[in-house]
């Protein structure tokens, strides 16, 4: 009947169906109705009750029509399960709404509204000028000033050209495209580290040596290291902290005019002395000490002038591997700073010497 229809089964004329056979068939399709309205009856309650847990499942509509269908077959002949695997459709997932919000509708609502912003012109930003660069920073801030002035003139000529008639801006020197490149009105290849060495190298040579501050300068040449030593000279009062600088390089200054005087002094002592190596005599007077000893002084002396002051590693090495001293284990043994003060109380003994000379002499 569940295949064919009531009418066909009734008007066949080979039929061999009996009245008991209708009625076991109505029986077993009312039974199977009965089981069929208990399931749905489970399944709508759990439906309802959003329980979706192992032993509940959803199915599709089509696979509903198609159980309740095989409900009056033989169940012993249909796989129910591996059917339902095929004809299985994925439930579409909830999509979880964010919270209302009634700032954020309203924040939409005034931004569809509202009219648009007519744009700004974009200004060009003020690019960083260091001090020790010595840029024109006036000249340079006018011309900003001057660019800024056009551009917004500009602007409001575009804005307003229909309606308003602006005066046509004068030609201006643009910010940017002569001082900054120029490197005749400011040094901008220069950075801090550059200055930094600069600086050191001063402190260590003097502002006038130009060529020994230009040996520490990577990447620069000595005719832009004499440029830049001559504007420093000129202008470096306009660095921010240029009182502490300009004392550490006096400082330094101070010793390199002392090393040229004991220099001096040194050589003046030797130049009365044919052979000084084997003839230099120190008036010791009541400085001598008892541990170094007349022939360790007079190679100290001369060592120090052809090493030069402060050359004191290099004097070490010369006491170490000299043949004079290959057994004199308390002076191969002397450190640098020991060395250099056993070296400063002899040049003031020449310098003593020296002036003494002098007074005779005139």
Same mark, same amino acid.
């Given at each position: 009947?569940?295949?064919?229809?009531?009418?066909?089964?009734?008007?066949?004329?080979?039929?061999? *169906?009996?009245?008991?056979?209708?009625?076991?068939?109505?029986?077993?399709?009312?039974?199977?109705?009965?089981?069929?309205?208990?399931?749905?009856?489970?399944?709508?309650?759990?439906? *309802?009750?959003?329980?979706?847990?192992?032993?509940?499942?959803?199915?599709?509509?089509?696979?509903?029509?198609? &159980?309740?269908?095989?409900?009056?077959?033989?169940?012993?002949?249909?796989?129910?399960?591996?059917?339902?695997?095929?004809?299985?459709?994925?439930?579409?997932?909830? +999509?979880?709404?964010?919270?209302?919000?009634?700032?954020?509708?309203?924040? /939409?609502?005034?931004?569809?509204?509202?009219?648009?912003?007519?744009?700004?012109?974009?200004?060009?930003?003020?690019? /960083?000028?260091?001090?020790?660069?010595?840029?024109?920073?006036?000249?340079?801030?006018?011309?900003?000033?001057?660019?800024?002035?056009?551009?917004?003139?500009?602007? /409001?000529?575009?804005?307003?050209?229909?309606?308003?008639?602006?005066? +046509?801006?004068?030609?201006?020197?643009? &910010?940017?495209?002569?001082? *900054?490149?120029?490197?005749?009105?400011?040094?901008?290849?220069?950075?801090?580290?550059?200055?930094?060495?600069?600086?050191?190298?001063?402190?260590?040579?003097?502002?006038?040596?130009?060529?020994?501050?230009?040996?520490?300068?990577?990447?620069?040449?000595?005719?832009?290291?004499?440029?830049?030593?001559?504007?420093?000279?000129?202008?470096?009062?306009?660095?921010?902290?240029?009182?502490?600088?300009?004392?550490?390089?006096?400082?330094?200054?101070?010793?390199?005019?002392?090393?040229?005087? *004991?220099?001096?002094?040194?050589?003046?002592?030797?130049?009365?002395?044919?052979?000084?190596?084997?003839?230099?005599?120190? /008036?010791?007077?009541?400085?001598?000490?008892?541990?170094?000893?007349?022939?360790?002084?007079?190679?100290?002396?001369?060592?120090?002038?052809?090493?030069?002051?402060?050359?004191?590693?290099?004097?070490?090495?010369?006491?170490?591997?000299?043949?004079?001293?290959?057994?004199?284990? &308390?002076?191969?043994?002397?450190?640098?700073?020991?060395?250099?003060?056993?070296?400063?109380?002899?040049?003031?003994?020449?310098?003593?010497?020296?002036?003494?000379?002098?007074?005779?002499?005139?």
């Amino acid at each position: 009947m569940v295949r064919f229809g009531a009418e066909m089964v009734f008007s066949s004329k080979d039929s061999t *169906i009996t009245d008991e056979d209708i009625d076991r068939i109505i029986a077993k399709g009312e039974e199977a109705t009965a089981e069929l309205d208990a399931k749905m009856k489970k399944f709508t309650e759990d439906a *309802i009750k959003f329980k979706m847990d192992e032993s509940t499942f959803y199915y599709p509509l089509h696979i509903m029509c198609l &159980f309740s269908v095989l409900l009056l077959k033989d169940e012993n002949k249909f796989d129910f399960k591996k059917i339902v695997s095929e004809n299985w459709i994925e439930p579409p997932k909830r +999509e979880r709404k964010r919270n209302y919000s009634e700032s954020e509708y309203f924040k /939409q609502t005034m931004r569809q509204g509202a009219p648009s912003r007519p744009k700004e012109p974009q200004i060009p930003r003020m690019p /960083q000028l260091h001090d020790f660069q010595f840029f024109n920073t006036q000249r340079l801030s006018e011309l900003y000033e001057k660019e800024v002035h056009y551009l917004m003139q500009t602007h /409001q000529k575009n804005q307003l050209k229909d309606s308003i008639d602006v005066d +046509e801006p004068k030609a201006v020197d643009l &910010f940017g495209l002569i001082l *900054i490149v120029d490197e005749s009105q400011g040094f901008s290849s220069w950075s801090r580290r550059d200055f930094n060495t600069f600086i050191r190298a001063c402190e260590k040579y003097g502002r006038n040596d130009v060529k020994s501050i230009a040996s520490e300068m990577e990447g620069k040449t000595e005719e832009e290291v004499e440029r830049y030593a001559k504007v420093f000279k000129e202008r470096y009062k306009e660095l921010n902290d240029y009182d502490r600088i300009i004392k550490n390089i006096e400082r330094g200054e101070a010793r390199i005019s002392r090393k040229d005087e *004991i220099m001096k002094a040194i050589g003046k002592k030797l130049d009365r002395y044919k052979n000084p190596w084997l003839e230099l005599k120190i /008036q010791y007077g009541q400085n001598k000490g008892k541990l170094y000893n007349e022939e360790c002084d007079r190679f100290m002396i001369c060592m120090v002038h052809k090493l030069g002051y402060g050359n004191w590693d290099e004097l070490k090495a010369a006491f170490r591997t000299s043949p004079l001293f290959r057994f004199d284990w &308390f002076v191969k043994s002397r450190t640098t700073q020991e060395l250099a003060r056993r070296c400063d109380t002899l040049i003031r003994l020449v310098e003593k010497e020296n002036q003494e000379f002098d007074e005779r002499e005139r």
